[in-house]
């Protein structure tokens, strides 16, 4: 199969997945929010801030590392030695989730009581600290599956997972949710632990049928352990950093509304409806751009290794324009139509609300993400992590001196400072390490003029039809897949879906 082929063929698969996937959670979340409400949506994001912090040690860049690791084995056409490798990347998954295990179970007590400041978090904490060893695992049987370019296995898995999750989760809400709001987050929290339990024995069955392939003997590059801490300890320190700044913000944010005016219970409610209901809506199109953007990273490494900088220039290229257009077009969707899809999924006119002011952000999050990878298939991960935590520090910063005079506005305002801040670091280091060029006027005015022109006139038709603005998801859906079209159509119109050599 021709590497254009392959590529295209993966990165289908992994967005169709991905789409499904997000779209599931996206109703997953709906029923949640449904079943404990924005306090309890804003409770459980506050476990998930520690417990993210327990996954950034647990998986210590393994899948990173792995993707690397594995790619310059198969470059050189080490299958003997791909698989040492692998060995050994298990080995330090192992480790890291056993030990990311053990601390959370250490700390639980005291980051409930004193940093999440609710002892009502503790048990869902010890809960989720059993899935540790098993999550850190599946890192690195994600990033093997990433290298070998078998998105496919790792694509089921997922799908494996969400549904192990669902039907955990829903039943055990209907046992335990009536108890109060302790339960309802264990009921939350032990769903997503059994889901990761049950998907990392599904990845390993699929890993030994990898291993039963037919494979030569060559072993030509040694030094796994080394190699493998080489990629893996610089990115796990920073992630490390990241992944505890982030945390701190997480809890910031409540207080930050509390001491602006709000009681416990609208402040949680306010961070449910921005983190809980909100981020999940805008991040859902990124879906697409999520799975096109990780198979960048193991393509990205085989022409570094081969120094082929042409190849690498050209991907990173289109890789960029195709974002921007992506991107601009999402935005765009997300701003005229914000109203409409918070009262459709939520029936929120906060959330709805709350999607029109971040909707501009949706080009910056949506690019940082693609440009994130792209450094990450160049071994500029660090450079990638560093921009993270400066992000991450300026955050917390502002956020503990803004809210408190400024509260849910205030916060906002963070996001919008620390998004630009990233976007722009990341971006101009990929230009410093490609030399690639991005144009004005084709890659930034024209898409923000179609996005424009099309969402007027699919409003506009709507209205004439229908008579008023329909809030029926059914409705919104169609307005939505309308103003995507017509958005394609004037792209291809303006010039900008030809392919060209060089940006302007």
């Not at 698989?83 to 700390?107: D, H, K, N, P, W």
């Not at 904490?125 to 690195?140: G, K, N, R």
């Not at 339960?183 to 049950?198: D, F, L, Q, R, T």
């Not at 990233?422 to 280091?429: A, E, H, K, P, T």
Request: hydrophobic share 50%; proline share 2%; charged share 15%.
């Amino acid at each position: 199969m021709k590497r254009a082929k392959r590529f295209f063929v993966n990165a289908f698969i992994m967005s169709c997945t991905t789409v499904f996937l997000r779209g599931a959670e996206v109703m997953y979340n709906v029923y949640i929010t449904n079943r404990i409400g924005a306090e309890g949506i804003g409770l459980f994001g506050l476990i998930m801030s520690v417990y993210m912090l327990a996954t950034t040690v647990a998986s210590s860049g393994a899948e990173l590392a792995t993707t690397r690791l594995i790619t310059e084995e198969k470059t050189l056409g080490c299958d003997k030695g791909a698989r040492r490798a692998m060995v050994v990347c298990l080995l330090y998954t192992l480790f890291f989730g056993l030990l990311a295990a053990c601390l959370l179970i250490s700390v639980a007590p005291f980051a409930g009581r004193y940093w999440l400041g609710d002892e009502r978090t503790i048990r869902p904490l010890y809960l989720l600290s059993v899935s540790l060893p098993f999550l850190s695992l599946s890192s690195a049987l994600n990033g093997y599956f990433m290298a070998v370019r078998r998105v496919a296995k790792s694509a089921s898995a997922r799908i494996f997972e969400l549904m192990v999750k669902v039907l955990v989760t829903t039943f055990a809400l209907k046992q335990y949710a009536d108890r109060g709001m302790e339960y309802a987050c264990m009921a939350v929290v032990g769903g997503g632990s059994v889901a990761e339990i049950c998907s990392f024995f599904y990845l390993y069955v699929l890993y030994g049928f990898e291993r039963r392939r037919k494979a030569n003997k060559r072993e030509q590059e040694k030094r796994y352990t080394r190699r493998l801490l080489h990629m893996s300890l610089p990115l796990a320190i920073s992630s490390y950093l990241r992944s505890g700044l982030v945390t701190v913000e997480h809890l910031l944010v409540p207080r930050g509304l509390k001491k602006y005016g709000a009681s416990a219970s609208a402040s949680l409610a306010q961070y449910g409806v921005v983190h809980g209901m909100v981020m999940p809506i805008l991040l859902f199109p990124s879906a697409i751009l999520g799975a096109f953007s990780g198979l960048l990273i193991p393509e990205l490494t085989e022409f570094q290794k081969r120094k082929n900088e042409k190849q690498i220039c050209r991907i990173a290229t289109k890789a960029l324009r195709t974002t921007l257009f992506f991107s601009i077009g999402a935005a765009g969707i997300f701003w005229f139509f914000a109203n409409e899809i918070g009262m459709a999924i939520y029936k929120s006119g906060d959330a709805g609300l709350f999607i029109k002011f971040l909707a501009p952000l949706v080009l910056v999050m949506y690019t940082d993400h693609v440009v994130d990878s792209m450094l990450k298939g160049l071994n500029q991960q660090v450079y990638s992590m560093r921009y993270n935590i400066i992000d991450s520090a300026v955050s917390v910063v502002l956020i503990y001196t803004l809210l408190p005079h400024f509260g849910v506005n205030g916060y906002i305002a963070v996001i919008f400072i620390t998004e630009l801040l990233n976007g722009f670091l990341s971006i101009n280091r990929l230009m410093k390490v490609t030399e690639l060029k991005v144009g004005f006027l084709q890659e930034l005015l024209l898409p923000c003029s179609a996005v424009f022109v099309a969402a007027c006139l699919v409003r506009f038709g709507s209205v004439v039809l229908f008579g008023t603005v329909s809030y029926q998801r059914l409705a919104v859906f169609g307005s939505i897949v309308c103003t995507a079209l017509v958005y394609v159509v004037f792209l291809y119109c303006f010039g900008c879906l030809k392919n060209r050599k060089s940006a302007d």
